[in-house]
């Protein structure tokens, strides 16, 4: 996926078609516009922590709201009692009640969602979000956490539960703990940030 337009670009859009509904004379920051105007949001489902650093890190890049996702009944502390949890929940395809952490804004245009990659696809709670949610027009762009795995088919399910949106195909981040990493996270996603290409 090679960048073309880089996010400030896509800000200045955004601030743009803005102003074809009456927004002439504002000369605030297009980051600024799009951050208090909630076009931006990055929605994510952390259980160790490693998902929200990303998301935060994000965050730091974009200038986004953060909104985190939070199952109302919350997963064992132990490991194996989680992967049992997570596995029911993930084969029959489950979508249990979720909190957010705060609003999330339904005019966000560019929505980033994070999760860790648990059985090849997206955490129960990130399909409760996708699925309680209007995405159709909007852009999806998945950050994926994972030991091992990659994004395994997290695009493609959201694609799936979100079909009327464009997803993009994504960035996938190995867990620093099991994995070698060639740079640090920030700096990963700093990198991956600059090549994002939200015009097609």
């Not at 960048?3 to 601030?15: R, Y």
């Not at 009692?81 to 993930?90: F, N, S």
Request: charged share 25%; aromatic share 10%; glycine share 8%.
């Amino acid at each position: 996926m090679k960048i073309s337009t880089p996010l400030n670009v896509l800000f200045a859009t955004l601030c743009f078609q803005s102003f074809t509904f009456g927004a002439f004379g504002n000369t605030e920051d297009p980051i600024s516009q799009a951050e208090k105007s909630g076009d931006m949001q990055i929605v994510y489902f952390s259980k160790t922590g490693n998902t929200e650093k990303i998301a935060k890190y994000i965050q730091e890049e974009t200038g986004g709201n953060l909104v985190k996702i939070s199952p109302q009944k919350p997963y064992p502390e132990d490991y194996n009692e989680t992967t049992e949890v997570a596995r029911k929940e993930i084969q029959n395809e489950e979508t249990p009640e979720i909190i957010l952490d705060k609003e999330y804004s339904e005019n966000a245009k560019i929505i980033f969602i994070g999760s860790p990659c648990w059985f090849g696809t997206i955490a129960s709670p990130v399909r409760t979000f996708l699925s309680t949610h209007n995405f159709d027009g909007k852009t999806i762009i998945p950050f994926i956490t994972h030991g091992g795995s990659e994004m395994g088919e997290t695009v493609e399910d959201i694609k799936t539960i979100c079909p009327k949106a464009t997803v993009k195909d994504g960035k996938a981040f190995g867990d620093p703990k099991l994995i070698r990493m060639a740079k640090p996270q920030n700096e990963e996603v700093k990198d991956w940030i600059k090549t994002i290409d939200i015009s097609k």
